[in-house]
């Protein structure tokens, strides 16, 4: 059988050497008409969803402008298959909030979180979106992750380019190691329904009538 | 003023008006006065209360139960023509038997003057005083905003609501010496309430609605609309 040396279920130990093993799982025989690679679903499911995450940028105050530098040609984010902002909820893969949230603006952002499609990620950018920061006062939120859950905290007043470059790459990396079959991760808390943050499915459908071409993609939707 | 608006050019200022230069050597206090603070004692007499000159501005002290009066003059005589308010806001001093300032920033652009009017409301009184609207249509963000941070009623606005906080903002006015810096309510209920208020309601039928507002439009918006072609959503 040529090349292949792909690992039957028999041979994988620890999960260590099965990473190890996808990287070199990847087979070809020259004398066949077809070539052929074999991988595991997960494996190819998460390298997709880690090179082409589609951010939704959230950005309110001086981080921003970082962020935009970070996607401007200098520091280019397309280099990670992020090319594409999404500045519509519905097709974005990642939040990215840049900067600080106010009271005001915490319905807003909740909200924009509900509307992405699963699966779905969140970056919390510079010190006032992940903590406050300087703004301990009446009027600022303390931190994103007291409304919406948030994978990478990049710190920093603002981040460096580098800096969120960082917590992309590592946004990626925890999204290699994502397995399909935990479906934990992709668990929501449903707001209150006796809340007005709670909006019945029926009128979700309604609010996110057909545009583009996401005609199906409709957050109650199965 | 026949026109609704003049636009002033170097060339068409009023006569009298002084040239555009960068005052030198401005005293703290004292100093010339605006002229028009003379104007309005000859016009006024005992309304106004008190005239200041910091730093080359002056300030002008009035009764608030006259203030709409005064600032319809400065805005209508030949003489004055304050067409542009500039800002509306409040001081409150630190030390708390000091009255309460509401503070209306005026501008003459023929005349090229600046006029600081402040009304005093002692402490305990009503804070209340007449709104600028009628004068300058422009008060009415400026108006809710003083409202919003020191919670100061004007009469005969038309629209009087908070404008940086959000509706159901249920703490008080945040820029009062006695309001916490962090609020009076803890971060949980402050988060609680913030989120239970509704995105979408936060403007009133009068921002909403185009109908109201159809004669003020443009003639080739008017145009359009009653063509029938939509607008907005």
Redesign the interface.
Known sequence: MGLSRHPSLADTQTLAARTTADREIVSYDPKSQEGWVTTRLDFLVNWGRANSLWPMPFGTACCAIEFMATAASHYDLARFGMERMSFSPRQADVLICAGRVP??L???I??IWQQMPQPKWCISMGACASTGGMF????V??GID??IPVDVYVPGCPPRPEGLLHGIRMLQEKVKNERGADERVRDEMEPDPN???YIPPAMIDELSEPFGNSVHQTRSAP | MTAPFAVVTPGSAAPGATAPATPKNLPHTGGEANPSAEALRARFGAAIERVDVVWGETTVYVQGARLLEIVRWLHDDPAQQYDYLSDVTAVEHRDLDQPLEVVWHLRSLPFRRFLRVKVRIAKGEKLEVDSVWPVYKGADWLEREAYDMFGIDFRGHPDMRRIL??ESFK?GY?LRKD?????RFS?SE??R???????EARYSMEELSVADAFEDLPPDMRERLASGEKVGE
Not at chain 1, 136 to 139: L, T, V
Not at chain 2, 193 to 199: E, G, M
Request: hydrophobic share 40%; aromatic share 10%.
């Open positions: 009271f005001k915490a319905p807003i909740r909200r301990d006062n009446y009027a939120v303390q007291t409304i809340s007005k943050l | 906080m959000w703490e945040p309001f916490p810096l962090r609020g971060r402050q988060l309430q913030a989120l239970d208020q509704d995105p």
